[in-house]
Structures are given as structure tokens and as C-alpha cells.
């Protein structure tokens, strides 16, 4: 038998132990959608040939998760589409339920007469419902890998961080331990169909297709798109990213968040392209303190945080000052539609929501002051929460992310920030205006852009 690999199995925790069945070992895959450096598949792998089984992936498909649209079904699908025909090749099945997982997955794993279920770690409250649920109906044994962040989450800390500056030297001191290159999968030669043949493979359908028929947008889905996106950036953008990431008129971020988003590219080969770069350490390390630090610190506040798309989330401070300035004038009010349509008296902001529902992403800096004004001028705390997140859930193709939550939270509660200078409405919680834009970059250049790429 050959040894288990110690760097696989350390990336796994046990959910809940039960009663091993003679069929294959089924990853439910979910948050890291790829078939490379995906610690979860490996894990799955690792255990399907330790016990001689068969392997096989299946995703659950839902029409109405948290919000999405049809563009990013059609982003995930498509991705999915890829994963399927890579698997194939490694012989490994790949089956689609149009269910939700609680729905569909225990009824296909007592008639496959599973060895054992995998998933992959996601912190988002209906993911951990969805596991925890699965736990109770399920008999086989349920194991979790974080297939998503370089440092399990759950190694990481094992509780909620005040700031960046507290889990920082936590992720440095495993980092290097951690950051590791990835094994490959390898053919699945054990096969298991014989015993499933029964199960109807060709039962979905109807909501794929209608979906897949969505126009390809400007993000081309899957994890070959998103690893030549990753060369490119590496061999080309990384060098200038700690001198333009702020300036929205240069491309001077990655882009490859709707790719990490939906797992197309694995966190932990990006940052070990870009340890592995030639270039100086200067140029490397502001990247990876947003790609690890920044990111994994969005995971972290998920997972500890119960409330972490609501006011109880925000720090103690922040709520006591949003509430000491709950009723304070604002000089605008604007319903969510009025917002949605980019119709407020201020153009930069106009101009961020127009591009944010064009293109599906909205540059990094201006995300921090379109959440600002959003606070500035809805009635009140809960009520811009409420619409920043449904706004950025609906249209960012990287939305519904541990990091749309904490970067929201972080613009309009606080959450890793501090107290400043207090004033009307925003108390103490951190201001921006369209002045500090204008002292950053070229605002006017900015509107042209999205105005010009509208009409064309
Ligand atoms: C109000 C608000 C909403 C946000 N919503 C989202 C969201 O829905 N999805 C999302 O992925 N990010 C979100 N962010 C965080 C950040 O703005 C984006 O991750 C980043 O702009 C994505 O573009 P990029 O991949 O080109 O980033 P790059 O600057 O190239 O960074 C590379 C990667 O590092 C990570 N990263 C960068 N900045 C941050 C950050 N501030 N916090 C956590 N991780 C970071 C991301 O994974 C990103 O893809 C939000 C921030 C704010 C203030």
C-alpha cells in the first residue's frame, strides 16, 4: 500500500465518523470548482486508493443560490463543463444533482452504497448548514479539507480575529510549512459504475442548458482560462502591483478574484507563482498580503462570526457609535432601485455602479467608497448593509464571497479596522468622499471610461 502523503491529510478534519459502504468515495465539490491543486480531490483520491474504491464528484446544483444571476450560473456552468471533460480523461465520473445537497446527495449516496463523503471547507452560513444537516442524514463517514486557503482556516485560529495585524503572525509562522507546491492527481484506475448502473445519469438537463445558452461575458470561465489569467498577471502585472493596484484608470490589479471566487484557480498556486517569481521581494509581498493575509482574514470572519452580514457582527465600538449617530440627517436618501440604476446626484458613484453591472467587477478602491456612500445615504446602518450586499451579491462575479461580507462590513461596521475622527452619520467608522478619490486618481478619466465602454 503506499503511504499517505502527510501534506494532504494535514488540510483534512473528520466532520462526523460513521458506517463505510462497499461503493466509491464521493467528493461533493462546491467551493474550489477545479480538478489541479485541489487539496480536496486529492485528499478523496488519497482515500478512494488507500481502500481500493472507486472516486467520484458530484455537484448539486441549486436556481436560486444566495442571490446569483444568470451570468454567474453561466460562469460556474461553464467551468463545471471543463471539470467534467478534464475528469473523463482521469476516469474519474462526474455527476450533476439538481437538488440542493441535503436533498440530493443522501439519497445518491445510499444508492451508490458510498464509502465515504468529502466536501470542501466553505465558512458561508448556508454551506455550513448544508454540512451540518448532511452530518445528521447521512451514515457514511463526512470529512471536510479546505482546498481553498493555503493555512486551513480552522489551523489558522480557532477564533475570531480583531484585525489583519493579530492573524498575520499566526499565517506567517506556517506559511512556509504551508506553502508548498501542489501534488497531481493522478488516472483513477478502480472503477465503480457496475455498481450504480442503475442511477439515472441523464436526469438533469433542463436547467443547465437554459443557463449555458447566456452569452459568454468579458470573464472566460474555468481553471485553464484562470491559470494562463494567473501567468499573465504573474509574468506581467505583478511587478507594478504595489505602485498601481490603487489607481482604477490602470489595470493595475490581478482580476482574478471571480476566478478564486468560484475555485477555477487555487489560492495557494497563485501564491506559489508569485513566491516562485524572480522578482523582488517588495514587489511579491503586497500581493500576497491580500491574496493570504487579506483573504484568509475574510474566511476567518465568516467562520467565527455568525452574524457577519449583519450589524451584531460589527465590533462593539461600531455599533455603539452607528447607533449614538442612527438618526442623523442625510442630506441624500436613495431607495435600492435608485441605487441599483446608478441614479444619485453624485457621478463618480454613478459611475461605479454603471461599471459594477457592466463588467461584474468593480475595481477595489472604488468598492471601499461605493459602500461608504452607500452608508452616507440610505436611512440607516442596516438598511445600507442590506443593500450593499444585495447590490454586490447580484452583480460582482467574485459576490457571495467571504470577502464581499467582510469587505462590506469592513466599509460600513468597522469589522478589522479602527475607531477615527468622529463626524455625522458615519461616527466613527472610517470616511471616504469623492475629494479623496480625486487626490488618488484621475476621477474624470475614470468616468469617460466606463461612459465610453457603455455606448460601444
Ligand atoms: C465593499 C467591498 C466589497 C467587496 N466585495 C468583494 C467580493 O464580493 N469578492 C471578493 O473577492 N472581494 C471583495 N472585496 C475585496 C477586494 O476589493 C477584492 O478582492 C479585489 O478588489 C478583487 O480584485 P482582484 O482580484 O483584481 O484583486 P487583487 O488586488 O489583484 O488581489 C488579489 C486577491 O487578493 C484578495 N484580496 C484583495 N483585496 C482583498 C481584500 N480587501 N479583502 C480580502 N481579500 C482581498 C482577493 O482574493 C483578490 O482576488 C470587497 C471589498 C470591499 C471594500
Known amino acids: 500500500m503506499e503511504r499517505r502523503n502527510t501534506d494532504i491529510d494535514r488540510r483534512c478534519r473528520c466532520v462526523r465518523n460513521g458506517q463505510r459502504g462497499q461503493g466509491p468515495v464521493v467528493y461533493w465539490i462546491s467551493r474550489d470548482q477545479r480538478v489541479d491543486d485541489n487539496w480536496a480531490l486529492l485528499w478523496a483520491q488519497q482515500e478512494a486508493l488507500a481502500q481500493h474504491k472507486g472516486l467520484v464528484v458530484v455537484f448539486s446544483l441549486i436556481p436560486d443560490y444566495l442571490g446569483a444571476a444568470s451570468d454567474h450560473y453561466a460562469f460556474m456552468l461553464r467551468g463545471l463543463a471543463g471539470v467534467q471533460k478534464k475528469l473523463q480523461k482521469l476516469q474519474i465520473p462526474f455527476v450533476l444533482l439538481e437538488q440542493s445537497p441535503v436533498e440530493g446527495l443522501p439519497h445518491f449516496l445510499r444508492h451508490i452504497d458510498a464509502h465515504v463523503l468529502v466536501s470542501d471547507f466553505d465558512p458561508l452560513r448556508i454551506k455550513r448548514q448544508w454540512q451540518a444537516q448532511l452530518a445528521k442524514s447521512v451514515k457514511v463517514p463526512l470529512y471536510e479539507v479546505d482546498a481553498h486557503n493555503i493555512v486551513p482556516a480552522w489551523i489558522v485560529s480557532d477564533k475570531k480575529e480583531y484585525a489583519a495585524y493579530t492573524l498575520r503572525p499566526k499565517i506567517n509562522r506556517l506559511l512556509d510549512d504551508y506553502l508548498t507546491d501542489i501534488p497531481s492527481l493522478k488516472k483513477h484506475l478502480v472503477d465503480w459504475r457496475q455498481d450504480a448502473e442503475s442511477y439515472d445519469w441523464a436526469a438533469y438537463s433542463g436547467l443547465t442548458s437554459s443557463l449555458l445558452s447566456v452569452e459568454e461575458g468579458k470573464f472566460k470561465a474555468g481553471e485553464a482560462k484562470a491559470n494562463f489569467a494567473a501567468e499573465v498577471f504573474v509574468s506581467t502585472g505583478l511587478a ?23 475555485g477555477h484557480l487555487s489560492a495557494q498556486r497563485l501564491a506559489w507563482m508569485v513566491s516562485e517569481s524572480d522578482l523582488p521581494m517588495e514587489s511579491k509581498a503586497p500581493f500576497l498580503e491580500e491574496l493570504v493575509v487579506r483573504r484568509e482574514l475574510s474566511d476567518n470572519f465568516c467562520l467565527y462570526e455568525p452574524s457577519y452580514d449583519s450589524i451584531a457582527g460589527f465590533p462593539e465600538w461600531a455599533r455603539k457609535t452607528l447607533d449614538q449617530h442612527w438618526y442623523d440627517k442625510r442630506d441624500y436618501i ?20 454603471v461599471d459594477l453591472v457592466q463588467n461584474g467587477k468593480l475595481h477595489g478602491y472604488l468598492r471601499m467608497y461605493w459602500a461608504k456612500k452607500i452608508l452616507e445615504w440610505t436611512p440607516d446602518p442596516e438598511a445600507a448593509l442590506e443593500c450593499a450586499i444585495t447590490l454586490n451579491d447580484r452583480y460582482s462575479l467574485d459576490g457571495r464571497d467571504p470577502n464581499g461580507y467582510a469587505g462590506v462590513a469592513w466599509a460600513i461596521g468597522g469589522v478589522h479596522d479602527r475607531a477615527w475622527r468622529e463626524r455625522s452619520v458615519f461616527g466613527k467608522i472610517r470616511y471616504m468622499n469623492e475629494a479623496g478619490c480625486r487626490r488618488k486618481f484621475d476621477v474624470n478619466r475614470y468616468i469617460a471610461s466606463v461612459y465610453s465602454t457603455e455606448q460601444a
Not at 334 to 353: I, M, P, S, V
Request: proline share 5%.
Open 240 to 262: 507594478e502591483y504595489a505602485a498601481c493596484r490603487n489607481n482604477p484608470c490602470v489595470k493595475g490589479q490581478s482580476g482574478l478574484s471571480p476566478y478564486l471566487h468560484f
Open 334 to 353: 436613495y431607495t435600492l432601485q435608485e441605487l441599483e440604476q446608478g441614479k444619485t446626484h453624485e457621478q463618480l458613484w454613478n459611475a461605479c455602479q
